[in-house]
Each structure stands twice: as C-alpha cells, then as structure tokens.
C-alpha cells in the first residue's frame, strides 16, 4: 500500500512541476526573455561543439569530394564557407578542384535552422548539384558551425550578401549565372538577400533565380505551426502565447517576411515544397507561389512551383531524394533561357 501511494505521489508531484513550469515559468521567459524566443527561431546552439565538427577538413570529415574551405568576413564575424566543384566522371582524385573563377554556373545554399553546413541532408543535396554542372557555395551563418559571432535576421542576411559578393568577386566569366538555394529558415534568408542584391550597381552579377524549398510565409505564421510550438500555445486561453511569441521575435526584429518581400523581387522564382512537411506545412509553400501567380500581379520573372505527393515520404528535409529533382532543376534552367511572359506561371506534382 504504502509503495503504491509513493508512486501516485511522484506521479502527481511531476504533474506539478510541469504544471508550474508550463503555467508560470514558460510564459515569464516568453514575455521578458525575448532572446531565449530568438534562440528558438535559429537553434545555431543546437549542433555539435565545432572542435569536434571539423569543418575545416570537409573531405576527411564529410568525405565530400572536389571541396575546399575557405572563411570569409563578414561584419564582426569569419564566415565558414564550403566551395564544392562539379563533378566529374572520369575524376580520380579527390584533390583536384575546379576553379571558381570559370564557373558557368554556381548555387549559392542557404541552409535552415540548427545544425552546420555539413549537417544532415545537406551534402546529399550539394551532391544532386554538382552532378548537374554546378559549382555549390555552403555557408554557415553568423553563430553556426564555425562562424564567429551571434545571429539574428539582419546578421544573417548581410551574411548571405557577403558570401554572394565574395562569389562575384571570384568569377572571371561574366556571364555565370548564380541561383541562391534556401531550405526552410534558409528560404527567407535567401529571399532577403536576393532582395537586396538586386539593387546593386549595373555592371554586378545579379541573381539569375531564387529556389525556395520548404519554405515559410513569415515568422510569426510560421511559428504557430510548428510542431512544438503549435501544441504548447493550445495549453493557454485563446490566443495568448501565440501572440507573445509573436511579439518577442517582433521586440528581437525578427520578422522574416518572405510573403511581402517576394512580389518585389525582379528575378525567376523556383518554390519546391512536400505535402507532409510536418515543419514547414505545404500550405505556405502553395500560398507563396499564390502570391506571385494570382491575377493582378505584375511579376516580372519566371514562377514555378513543385508539389512533391506525401506518399514519398519526404518530410521537411527530403525532397533532394526524387529521382526527378535534377529534371525539375534543368527544365527550370531552361526556361529562363527560354523565357516569355506567355509561359512564365507553371505549376506540377511529381
């Protein structure tokens, strides 16, 4: 008997504890800690102490090939970069790397939140580039893997600028063409920077195409959908932590509005998105494609949207495993060389 009413009591004395923190701990930190709420929107702490990442040794460590680091400064911060060559099929030596200054054609990759630029799917998807010609760029932003310094929005982007810059400053072949490629967080970073660049001097390689895969309408819509914080909000009335997680990202000038940044860019847009994102749900991908498709809108470019089914399997983080994604990557190539406004909204499923 005795053992039994034990148990009920550490039973209900966690109950308790949870009760207090979820009710009286949790909300305190979301409405008077605002940078823990931001920590919550970058997870650059969640990743493996860099001495043991070892990305400066991305062939030993990673066993990519054709790859060199390099750092690059940015601000008060030394930026982690990956330069990955195409790939070769009669290429023997994992040494031997193409130059960037005769690149034809390079993406620029903008990972998502937490981990590095080696991390997870990552060098899978560098792996679907180079095999299609291109010369892949990886970085990792302020406070990620083994860039110095803190992030936050605007850190994050001028970072993505000066890690195109330095790309452009690489290149003899006028004429390359640069696609910024942004996963998820990275898909928002990417818009923001495409944004800015484009407003750069005449004679400055701009932007061929923007690809967004995964990616989300705004960071306050986004955060009510994800996983762990869509449940923890319906634990309080109404909409109350909702709308407090809203305001610390808000008070930490986190906003990321890729919906309203969008219509103003000037370049070919390309939106891949998985119908059991369990993350990111399909629905922003849709309705970002929406907002530059819908009648009225005077895009300039090239819009294209992917919907991969949700019998694949592919989640947040797998669409670089369809057979098809070189195909889709190619015909979009195409059509911007081919471009008219009589073919410039496409839509598919694969």
Request: with cysteine; proline share 4%; glycine share 6%.
């Amino acid at each position: 008997m005795s053992s039994w009413l034990d148990f009920v009591s550490s039973i209900l004395c966690h109950c308790f504890l949870i009760a207090i923190f979820l009710y009286t701990i949790l909300p305190v930190i979301v409405k008077f800690m605002p940078a823990a709420v931001a920590q919550g929107a970058f997870l650059n702490l969640l990743c493996i102490p860099k001495r043991f990442c070892k990305l400066h040794l991305p062939q030993e460590r990673f066993k990519i090939k054709r790859v060199k680091n390099h750092y690059v400064f940015s601000g008060e911060s030394n930026i982690g970069v990956w330069h990955v060559a195409p790939h070769k099929e009669d290429d023997e030596s994992d040494d031997d790397h193409g130059s960037l200054a005769s690149a034809e054609k390079v993406i620029l990759y903008c990972h998502g939140n937490a981990g590095h630029r080696g991390f997870g799917h990552r060098k899978f998807i560098y792996e679907v580039f180079t095999k299609l010609g291109y010369h892949v760029v990886a970085f990792d932003y302020r406070g990620f893997g083994d860039s110095h310094g803190w992030p936050s929005e605007e850190g994050v982007v001028e970072d993505t600028v000066v890690v195109y810059n330095w790309i452009a400053q690489q290149l003899l072949n006028k004429d390359c063409q640069i696609f910024v490629w942004g996963h998820s967080l990275g898909s928002a970073i990417a818009t923001q920077a495409v944004l800015r660049l484009q407003a750069t001097e005449d004679d400055f390689i701009r932007p061929a195409a923007l690809i967004l895969e995964s990616a989300f309408t705004s960071a306050a819509e986004c955060i009510t959908e994800y996983p762990l914080a869509k449940y923890v909000a319906k634990l309080y009335p109404g909409e109350w932590m909702t709308k407090a997680i809203e305001n610390a990202l808000s008070r930490k000038q986190i906003h990321f509005m890729t919906e309203h940044a969008l219509p103003k860019l000037s370049c070919h847009v390309l939106i891949l998105h998985a119908e059991d994102d369990p993350k990111v749900p399909f629905k922003f991908g849709r309705k970002l494609f929406e907002t530059l498709s819908e009648e009225g809108v005077s895009f300039p470019g090239c819009v294209t949207f992917v919907a991969f089914k949700a019998s694949h399997a592919f989640g947040h983080c797998g669409i670089y495993k369809h057979p098809n994604l070189p195909t889709v990557i190619t015909e979009f190539e195409d059509k911007i060389g081919e471009f008219s406004h009589d073919m410039k909204i496409h839509r598919m499923e694969l």
